[in-house]
């Protein structure tokens, strides 16, 4: 291993009843991917304030993923239908503002989709490791 | 300041094996608010659950963290073991070290430092965490059901029979719904009367069952366990109670060329009717739009021949108010209108009728006291063409059709086209289709009997155009298969018209706050887990107003939505889900945007008075979400900009504090 | 269109105030300068006579101040408003943020407002007084002998230039004509802006936010920020405070300031006009307004009281987050 490899930080919030229970498989059947992802549990993806985004690059994440049920699949019927307007706007007006728009997503991940959670972190961890530190947002006097 | 205990497990070696334990319960030691940190092989177990207890109480703990598997396994379990030893159950978090760590990653250096950092975002939310109780709110142990049709007429009778009292509200004069206007029924092909009739008898006869009949839910308010429903009952100028249905009224009555609905239109009826013979209630209602006297106090023929005295030309609407636990939606379908269709000339033809004026046509009570006559000369039908999916399937026509297959009309076609030959060897009988779908319990062998024993012609194709020509229709018509235009003579058209939810589901469905897909069918809390529950607490959902659906499906899901019911009315009292969102007053805006989100109607507002810092006070709008009502979902507290709106054991603060300390 | 003048709106506050049709109106007073006019009280037609102003820098919004003003208020408040603002006046109906009844609504015609800014650049600092005669401004500076005379329209502030519309979307009286929704080039500039690289982008907003000073001009002015409680004053939202201190920078806080009004900004400008450093604010909003025209259909905030935005409502066959970037390659 090399030292002083470059690791992104990312951060990935979870739909309690979809996408969390499909990191829980991804566990399961033992699918890796790297551990520079860290997840956080909410109960929807509409519960994610683009605030929340917004503070997790500013304290020096790399990349921001969002993962809830599939559109028609919610648990809540309608919350990640929300979710889909909310983050089309706001990483719209992040790419608008030249922050690269590799380091935002939202995939949407059912329970069953262990594969698919492991395959899309794997693959999200490789796009933004290829980007590099996030140098736009974030806010050098949140570091310690 | 919490004092928060931390407990690593090692899961033998799911976690130990991937993470240094050890090494995580020392780092986690010198977070804030960290005052006892431990690791043990099986934290869930009895000794490891004992553990936790004793921690907690010897070292005055006010929240714990648990580094283990996912909290989908056992927060539950974890929360019994905290409130076991007084703390509160919502004081605990879990920091998923198993299946998203250590069975995910592969070398012991990234597992432990990934394993730790998830231990400190953990900790950083449960020194956020707040004590949490749920809510509890009585039930009222009674049930409505809206809609009389065989859907609501079973979920009642179902209900009812586990001893809770239901009212049935029915908007037409009596109960029985489109299957009281069928004739037979596949593919058993016994007579609809004859099945539901007594079922509607067993309904006016139930001791726990009332029905308002002519009448509808003008207003509901409440919530799941205690709603308040307001129920417009029509004036139908007969004493309900004392009309004996002997019809002595309705064979008098001299204004006797109004439509018949319950035939379609295709015969009359008089002023005052009652529906059919076996309606229930069997009471006689007038049509206020054609009863003289009503218009203009000139007649009365039918107060004076009732024996009973039941006959009062000044009765009013009266509106009842009820409380009930639980509400069931069985309001039905209707066959969508055959106006757009002008290609086959339903409008210009009596002789184009749709298949439930068919079912009429047969029917033994019907206009035609069952025989299978032409409505326009009274003939004999010899070449009968039944159209498939008009207006079903209908994609590149969804400004007149629907794009959905309406289910039903497969069989009942071939019911139909069956039934003609049957009785009518000497008619051929014409079925064009786009596809054959018959998915149901000896459905498929009923259809290939019409073809192969009966001898109807299937055609796939679709009609193209009817022309009525002298006594004649002029159908033209692809044959998909042979390849060719067809040309035939029919006497007789046999329209399938899609099938759509009755007109009253929609304001129905705004007065329930229950939610709707665009072709205005009922959505359900979950298209596979939760059928027959709506979105929205304490509403429930039988029949074809959730989608299309034959008899079979109809009473089975109708059993299925009386066992919810009762589910939810055997409960005294509703425990909800704590983890609901709350709106602090003081900063909200009273905008509406939360309630715009609120998939369940959770959200209202009020007026509320505040002090102001000048001594003054200032009525402002504020927004309160009902406990009871709200799923914990959060939508609201995103879309609300003041950020009033927040949701308990998930909130802005703690998510944030959780994001800090992933980045730190 | 004959511009309106200080006289008939005079004239017409007098009358409604003198027959008691309203209790008090809500105008134009005079500021510090010439071009620095207030928003004011007027409770008595001799207030309005003495400080009543109406001039070509008449450009405040005064449906926010309908907020505070009609909560403890007796009788009506007559209020003057422009095309543009009644779209944030309806949008404050929309969201129940005022009593309609407590308010008399003037509608008044409205050819454009001059940008101080703009003068400036033409005249040099030191103004010391403005005259506006018809279509032109006459500047005195303190450095210059003669009055300089510069044409209105070549100082209209850049939403006159785009206005969006000239009719009036809600009013009890209507002086002069009814206007009608204008063809405007409003979206080109951000249109400019997307065909830009990210890096240009950047380097853009870069340069324009580093100079906020967080005074928070733009929110006090914005008619859709009345919150109670903004969250940027709010220790318990996490985001509070300003920008020197540990917490987000100018681009996350003009970010949160432009999602927070999302399908709630009219697009009047306000947060512009009133930012000391010039910064154009107004193209986040309308990045916005631009994008949510795109991927959900037309919306105008604001043009209909009652109506849902786009980001309350949705449908099932909405464009997934990552199709956003789709579009401008499609586009090309």
């Keep these: 291993m090399q030292v002083n490899e470059y690791k992104p930080l990312i951060v990935a919030f979870c739909c309690n009843w979809c996408s969390y229970a499909g990191a829980d498989l991804a566990g399961n059947n033992r699918l890796a991917y790297p551990a ?76 069953a989709e262990g594969a698919k959670f492991a395959a899309t972190m794997n693959d999200f961890v490789q796009t933004v490791t290829a980007l590099g530190e996030n140098k736009r947002l974030e806010d050098l006097r949140c570091k310690k | 300041m919490q004092r928060v205990g931390v407990f690593v497990c090692w899961c033998g070696t799911n976690i130990a094996g991937t993470v240094d334990v050890v090494a995580v319960a020392e780092a986690l030691k010198s977070e804030p608010g960290v005052v006892f940190s431990a690791n043990y092989q099986y934290m869930c177990s009895q000794a490891g659950q004992d553990m936790i207890k004793e921690a907690i109480k010897e070292h005055k703990l006010t929240g714990i963290v648990v580094c283990s598997c996912s909290p989908r396994m056992h927060e539950a379990t974890f929360r019994k073991t905290a409130a076991a030893a007084g703390l509160n159950p919502y004081m605990v978090e879990i920091a998923n070290i198993r299946e998203q760590c250590s069975w995910v990653h592969k070398d012991m250096l990234t597992g432990t430092e990934k394993a730790i950092i998830l231990g400190k975002a953990a900790i950083a939310k449960v020194n956020l965490n707040a004590p949490l109780t749920p809510g509890e709110s009585p039930v009222t142990k009674r049930a409505l059901v809206i809609g009389g049709g065989i859907a609501g007429i079973q979920t009642a009778l179902d209900i009812a029979d586990a001893g809770f009292p239901v009212d049935i509200v029915e908007k037409k004069p009596t109960i029985g719904g489109k299957m009281a206007q069928l004739d037979k029924t596949f593919p058993t092909l016994d007579c609809a009367a004859c099945i539901l009739t007594p079922k509607m008898v067993d309904v006016a006869q139930h001791d726990k069952i009332r029905i308002f009949s002519y009448s509808e839910v003008t207003e509901v308010n409440g919530f799941v366990g205690n709603f308040d429903v307001t129920i417009k009952k029509n004036a139908r100028y007969v004493k309900e109670d004392v009309c004996t249905g002997c019809g002595a009224c309705v064979e008098k009555c001299p204004m006797k060329r109004i439509p018949n609905e319950f035939n379609l239109g295709m015969d009359n009826r008089p002023a005052i009717y009652i529906p059919f013979a076996q309606a229930v209630p069997k009471v006689a209602t007038i049509d206020p739009n054609a009863c003289n006297m009503l218009k203009n106090g000139k007649c009365g023929v039918c107060s004076k021949v009732c024996a009973a005295g039941a006959i009062d030309y000044t009765q009013k609407d009266e509106y009842i108010n009820e409380k009930y636990g639980a509400i069931v939606v069985a309001t039905g379908f209707n066959p969508i209108s055959m106006d757009k269709f002008d290609e086959y000339a339903y409008n210009q033809s009596k002789d184009v009728i749709t298949s439930l004026e068919f079912e009429r046509l047969t029917n033994a009570a019907g206009p035609s006291a069952g025989k ?293 | 269109m004959q511009k309106i003048t200080r006289e008939q709106l005079l004239a017409k506050a007098s009358e409604l105030l003198s027959n008691g049709t309203v209790s008090c109106v809500l105008g134009w007073g005079l500021g510090e300068f010439d071009y620095d006019v207030t928003p004011t009280i007027f409770k008595s037609v001799e207030e309005l006579e003495n400080g009543f102003v109406f001039n070509d820098f008449c450009g405040a919004n005064f449906s926010k101040y309908l907020v505070n003003k009609t909560a403890k208020l007796e009788g009506k408040i007559l209020v003057f408003l422009k095309p543009c603002d009644t ?41 010391a007084a403005i005259g506006s005669n018809g ?133 009047c400008g306000e947060c512009s006009r009133v930012c000391p450093q010039n910064i154009p604010l107004h193209l986040l909003n309308r990045k916005f307004i631009k994008d949510m025209n795109e991927f959900y259909g037309e919306y105008q905030a604001g043009a209909e009281v009652g109506s849902r935005a786009p980001l309350v409502s949705y449908t099932t066959e909405d464009l997934e987050p990552g199709e956003v970037f789709n579009r401008g390659e499609n586009n090309a």
């Design chain 2, 372 to 664: 299978l006559l032409r409505p326009s000369d009274g003939k004999h039908p010899h070449t009968i063409v039944f159209v498939q999916c008009v207006g079903s399937r209908c994609e590149s026509c969804a400004e007149k059709g629907k794009e959905y297959c309406s289910k039903i009309c497969c069989m009942y076609t071939a019911k139909h086209a069956m039934l003609t030959r049957d009785k009518y060897p000497d008619t051929e009988v014409y079925v064009f289709y786009i596809d054959v779908r018959t998915p149901g319990k000896n459905f498929d062998e009923f259809y290939r009997r019409a073809v192969e024993e009966y001898g109807v012609k299937y055609v796939k194709g679709m009609v193209g155009k009817v022309v009525p020509e002298g006594d004649k229709l002029k159908v033209q018509a692809s044959d998909l298969i042979a390849n060719k235009q067809l040309h035939i003579d029919a006497d007789l058209v046999v329209l399938a018209a899609a099938i759509e939810p009755d007109k009253s589901a929609r304001p129905l469905a705004t007065m329930l706050t229950a939610s709707m897909d665009t072709n205005d069918f009922f959505t359900e809390a979950h298209p596979k887990l939760r059928p027959v529950e709506s979105p929205t607490a304490g509403v429930f959902l039988s029949g074809a107003c959730q989608g299309p659906k034959d008899i079979p499906e109809t009473v089975s899901q109708a059993g299925a939505a009386a066992s919810k019911v009762i589910g939810l009315l055997a409960k005294d009292k509703l425990t909800g889900n704590p983890c609901v969102a709350n709106s602090n007053e003081l900063m909200c805006n009273g905008c509406s945007s939360c309630a715009n989100v609120c998939p369940y109607g959770a959200i209202t507002y009020e007026d509320k008075e505040f002090r102001m810092p000048d001594r003054t006070t200032k009525v402002r709008r504020v927004a309160v979400v009902n406990p009871a009502v709200c799923q914990g979902c959060g939508a609201c507290t995103v879309t609300c900009p003041s950020g009033a709106m927040d949701l308990k054991g998930f909130a802005n603060l703690q998510i944030m504090a959780e994001v800090d300390a992933i980045c730190k």
């Design chain 3, 135 to 267: 279509d032109k401004l006459t500047v005195t500076t303190l450095y210059d002998d003669e009055a300089i005379v510069i044409d209105t329209n070549e100082v209209l502030a850049e939403r006159c230039i785009n206005c969006k519309s000239k009719k009036h979307v809600a009013y009890d009286e209507l002086m002069g004509e009814e206007g009608d929704v204008t063809q405007s080039n409003r979206f080109d500039e951000v249109a400019r802006l997307e065909a830009m690289t990210p890096d240009e982008r950047f380097a853009f907003w870069q340069n324009e936010l580093s100079r906020c000073i967080r005074c928070n001009a733009c929110r006090d002015a914005c008619p859709a920020c009345t919150c109670e409680k903004c969250v940027f004053d709010n220790p318990s939202s996490g985001v509070e405070n300003k920008s020197p201190a540990n917490s987000f920078e100018e681009k996350l806080f003009h970010i949160i300031r432009a999602y927070h009004v999302a399908g709630r900004c009219t697009d």
């Design chain 1, 36 to 111: 520079d992802v860290k997840i956080i549990r909410v109960p929807c993806s509409c519960r994610v304030n683009p605030m929340f985004i917004l503070r997790a690059f500013q304290r020096g994440a790399d990349g921001v993923i969002i993962c809830g049920c599939h559109p028609g699949d919610c648990h809540y019927t309608s919350g990640n239908y929300f979710t889909r307007r909310r983050m089309a706007a706001l990483f719209s007006m992040l790419d608008f503002l030249g922050i690269e728009k590799e380091r935002t997503r939202v995939e949407w991940v059912s329970a």
């Design chain 3, 87 to 127: 779209y944030s006046f309806n949008q404050l109906l929309t969201e129940h943020r005022f009593d309609r009844e407590k308010v008399y609504a003037v509608g008044i015609p409205c050819e454009g407002m001059a940008d101080i800014a703009k003068v400036k650049a033409i005249s040099g600092d030191g103004i």
